[in-house]
């Protein structure tokens, strides 16, 4: 019996050749129809034997092209038409619904067998890609997905790339990006003034970059600056020139080869470094690494990606193994995506530039992932993984969540997904706010979605709370920093119901004014109790303590010691760094600790903290590792790198009840049923106090470190199982930045699951600030729904 069937498929299927592969299971099957994108899915109709139209679909869902992701199938039966063939008809606007874009993939393996076969066309070709790879969000305009809305548009193609493109049975087949040297884009060198240089380009910046210097190259979601990895002059003055003396550089290595005689590479890490989304690996550095030492000073782990860009090949395939490749900006600035632009904003920086005419429409960072547990631990979510959805457990009301101050993201809920911006970065400068505001833009536009709820931070001073308010009609919810922390590792479990949570972090917003950052809470998705945190301990000069770890030194002696605190700083030798000959630097040591004392003393107010980031940085400085720091976590960082061998010191802690009832939102932020819970206080002095003593008495440091790393995941074990005691609550999840350490994550796990617990962590959503406004945008819509909030 003839019948003719119409299927609706939802989900990643425009751009990763699904519809080349509904073309060829018709044709095996002998049906004939038609497919079409519309900007809700693909939509395509069978006509054929009944059984035929049944395989059809059995085949569609068993044979998905790699890329493809389905989140739905409509189908209904029509009246059969009598076609007698399956074409593939030009896009339709149609209904508004639920299409992803899908993100950029880095270049295919038949690709490259063509970029480096002299008889093909496209031989050597940068630009190379077909339905299976090449950029996607980042040379997008608008849905749906079409040449004609993508930066693609002003280059007509060929007759023989037109041919690719027509021809179902093609690789090419409706490839947007489809490009070959007669009708694509190009490369072309510059100098530092914008002049064109004549040869082949890159040959020529080879030799440039083997030469020391720095070049600009312009990639997939924006400008890199690259030089030799392996020459420490070139590395030092790509360091002087950005003005980023401190921070990891990451590195592109040649091949999986090259990345092993780096770096430590397990299974897991293989796989992530040969995924299409081709991240940044974080791996353990090897000790006869030959990468210059300035590449990751104080860290054990090195930054690692192979090439992605048929460009990259190229590049990598000449005679420098491993290349400087970070991303091309001033601090805090957004990456450059512009030609003109990198022009301007990397002058004095750049030595000469490889650019293309193909524009970026998208900035998109590289991604950051370091292996847990077997699997991806998302530090940077950007290229690669931007902006494919994150799977909600259920339908939420649409939200737009603004996210953190710094590695700031934005999150919107449109049904049952979850979409995450694509790497914002920290919002100090005008760049980045605009960018900030051109990424709200694309989020809406992609997801055509301009949700009326907006949720954002508690603290009033962010930026992006300040815009929220600016944001007219929309209703705002603030959601607290440790609780949008804990419902993100949630939302991504797929957990529902209350847990533990424990968010350990730099700082945030507390309900009480105060920067917290090292909390217990009780949480479902709406609602939260400080059931326990860090002791407090003051922030002497305030953000001041975040560049100059000596101060939290001091105010951790101060708090431990008590009267005698500056004897105890002295015989340790802490204060501000001395760059003076010593007999000064003791005079100025001295005033400095003074002046702490006057101000802890009463004599300037101090705000007080429980972060467990500020802690880190306090014992790091009390151990003698830094006394000021070039980036956030910095010290924190080298703690951990320094912490190995083994040790027999237990480090003493104690957990005291502090009387009162648990701290719990007001109804301002939230409501609910007030839980009279006493909150614990986990008190880590006495443990400050053994370190002093033992440091002092010559101790290696590593040995310090180490005891400090095994401290904690203790603790934390004896606060939660109190919380488990008073409540039943037997389901934990981790989160904040501080779990980016790799020895204080596992250290955790290993505790809390010998104890007994359930525990969740992040997995593809960044546990530091990036992933909080996926929190925030869910703890937002639980409300809604839960009709907490007047419509
Ligand atoms: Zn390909
Ligand atoms: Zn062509």
Redesign the pocket.
């Known amino acids: 019996m003839i019948i003719r069937k119409r299927f609706l498929f939802k989900g990643s299927v425009q751009g990763v050749g699904f519809r080349p592969f509904l073309w060829r299971q018709a044709q095996e099957l002998g049906l004939a129809g038609f497919v079409q994108n519309r900007a809700d899915g693909v939509v395509v109709e069978v006509e054929g034997e009944a059984g035929a139209v049944a395989d059809f679909l059995a085949a569609v869902r068993e044979k998905l092209p790699p890329r493809a992701e389905l989140t739905g199938i409509a189908e209904e039966e029509v009246p059969p038409r009598g076609d007698r063939t399956f074409t593939i008809v030009g896009s339709e606007g149609g209904d508004r619904g639920e299409l992803h874009i899908t993100p950029d993939t880095a270049v295919c393996d038949a690709c490259l067998a063509e970029l480096f076969d002299p008889q093909d066309r496209r031989y050597r070709y940068p630009f190379i890609n077909c339905t299976d790879c090449g950029p996607r969000l980042t040379i997008i305009d608008s849905l749906p997905y079409d040449r004609s809305r993508t930066a693609m548009a002003c280059f007509p193609?060929?007759p023989?790339?037109?041919w690719e493109y027509e021809d179902p049975a093609n690789r090419r087949f409706h490839a947007e990006p489809?490009?070959?040297?007669?009708?694509?884009p190009r490369l072309s060198l510059l100098d530092a003034d914008g002049h064109a240089l004549p040869g082949d380009p890159i040959s020529k910046a080879l030799s440039l970059l083997s030469q020391g210097k720095t070049l600009a190259l312009k990639g997939l979601g924006g400008f890199h600056l690259a030089c030799d990895a392996f020459n420490d002059v070139a590395v030092a003055s790509l360091r002087a020139r950005k003005c980023r003396e401190e921070k990891p550089l990451a590195i592109m290595v040649r091949d999986l080869k090259t990345a092993r005689q780096l770096a430590r590479v397990g299974p897991a890490e293989e796989q992530l470094f040969t995924s299409p989304e081709r991240p940044i690996v974080l791996c353990p550095k090897r000790p006869d690494s030959p990468v210059s030492a300035f590449v990751a000073p104080g860290t054990d782990n090195l930054g690692i990606m192979l090439p992605y860009t048929p460009f990259h090949h190229l590049l990598m395939a000449g005679d420098l193994p491993a290349l400087v490749m970070t991303s091309a900006n001033r601090t805090d600035e957004p990456i450059c995506i512009g030609n003109r632009e990198a022009l301007q904003r990397l002058a004095g920086i750049a030595e000469a530039f490889i650019v293309h005419n193909r524009d970026i429409r998208v900035r998109c960072d590289d991604s950051v992932v370091m292996a847990v547990e077997g699997g991806p631990y998302l530090i940077r979510r950007s290229r690669g993984y931007a902006p494919r959805p994150i799977a909600l457990r259920e339908r939420f009301p649409d939200t737009l969540a603004l996210g953190a101050q710094e590695k700031n993201t934005l999150c919107l809920l449109k049904g049952e997904f979850a979409f995450l911006s694509p790497h914002i970065g920290d919002l100090e400068t005008p760049e980045a706010r605009d960018f900030f505001q051109e990424t709200l833009l694309l989020l809406e536009r992609i997801t055509e979605c301009r949700p009326e709820l907006v949720a954002c931070d508690l603290h009033p001073g962010y930026h992006t709370s300040r815009f929220a308010r600016t944001m007219g009609a929309r209703q705002v919810i603030a959601v607290q920093h440790h609780h949008a922390h804990c419902v993100s590792c949630m939302a991504e479990n797929s957990l529902s119901g209350e847990v533990i949570g424990l968010a350990m972090d730099g700082t945030g917003y507390g309900i009480d004014g105060l920067a917290w950052g090292g909390e217990f809470l009780i949480a479902d998705e709406c609602d939260f109790t400080r059931a326990g945190h860090l002791r407090t301990i003051p922030l002497p000069g305030g953000a001041l303590a975040i560049r100059e770890p000596w101060r939290m030194a001091a105010t951790l002696l101060h708090e431990a010691f008590d009267a005698d605190w500056q004897e105890w700083a002295r015989r340790l030798g802490l204060g501000p760094e001395a760059s003076t000959a010593p007999a000064v630097a003791d005079r100025e040591s001295a005033a400095a600790l003074a002046r702490i004392e006057w101000s802890l003393n009463g004599g300037l107010p101090v705000a007080r903290t429980s972060s467990l980031g500020r802690l880190f940085d306090g014992v790091a400085a009390l151990l003698g590792l830094r006394s000021r720091v070039g980036f956030e976590g910095q010290a924190a960082m080298e703690l951990e790198a320094l912490a190995k061998g083994k040790t027999d010191l237990r480090l003493p802690y104690t957990l005291t009840d502090a009387g009162s009832s648990g701290c719990r939102p007001g109804s301002a932020i939230s409501s609910g049923t007030p839980r009279s819970l006493p909150a614990l206080i986990l008190d880590l002095l006495p443990a400050v106090r053994v370190l002093t003593e033992a440091r002092l008495a010559g101790r290696p440091q590593a040995e310090l470190a180490l005891a400090f790393h095994n401290l904690l995941p203790k603790a934390f074990t004896a606060l939660a199982e109190a919380i488990r005691q008073e409540t039943g609550l037997n389901r934990l999840v981790l989160s904040g930045g501080c779990f980016q350490n790799r020895r204080l994550l596992a250290g955790c796990l290993e505790s809390l699951r010998t104890a007994g617990f359930e525990v969740f962590h992040h997995r593809l959503v960044p546990t530091n600030d990036g992933g909080i406004a996926l929190g925030q945008a869910v703890c937002a819509a639980a409300r809604k729904r839960k009709g907490e909030l007047a419509p």
């Open positions: 193609l060929c023989e790339c037109q489809n490009a070959c040297p007669v009708c694509g």
